[in-house]
């Protein structure tokens, strides 16, 4: 059984600092893509951060270029999401998911594997 677990969410100041990881387990995940995406209240999830299989591409959204860092460890099964200078405009639940290729992509029916996912919380 497939199953994917973050952790390293919570509470933040702004212009403070978080790392966010994704565990995956019950296959090896080494030759797909991995990405975060995040859905604030009200809102619908949008992309955050993609890195390809060997972690030698990766892509952000505008909104976090420069200040999010997504990484991979393969020997671990693990991504990670770097958030520095938070901002409120951050604050949502923030979700791991695996792709269907090799390749990172923005778009979220690419992704076949989901984890529950982590709130983290920005305040001014």
């Known amino acids: 059984q497939v199953q994917l677990v973050e952790s390293g969410g919570g509470l933040v100041q702004a212009g403070g600092s978080l790392r966010l990881s994704c565990a995956a387990s019950?296959?090896?995940?080494?030759?797909?893509?991995m990405g975060w995406f995040r859905q604030a209240p009200g809102k619908g999830r949008e992309f955050v951060a993609a890195?390809?299989?060997?972690?030698?591409?990766?892509r952000y959204a505008d909104s976090v270029k420069g200040r999010f860092t997504i990484s991979r460890d393969n020997a671990k099964n693990t991504v990670y999401l770097q958030m520095n200078s938070l901002k409120p405009e951050d604050t949502a639940v923030y979700y791991c998911?695996?792709?269907?290729?090799?390749?990172?992509?923005?778009?979220?029916?690419?992704?076949?594997?989901w984890g529950q996912g982590t709130q983290v919380t920005v305040s001014s």
């Open positions: 019950g296959r090896t995940f080494s030759n797909y893509a």
């Open positions: 998911a695996v792709a269907r290729t090799g390749s990172g992509t923005q778009v979220s029916r690419s992704y076949d594997y």
């Open positions: 890195i390809s299989w060997s972690g030698g591409n990766t």
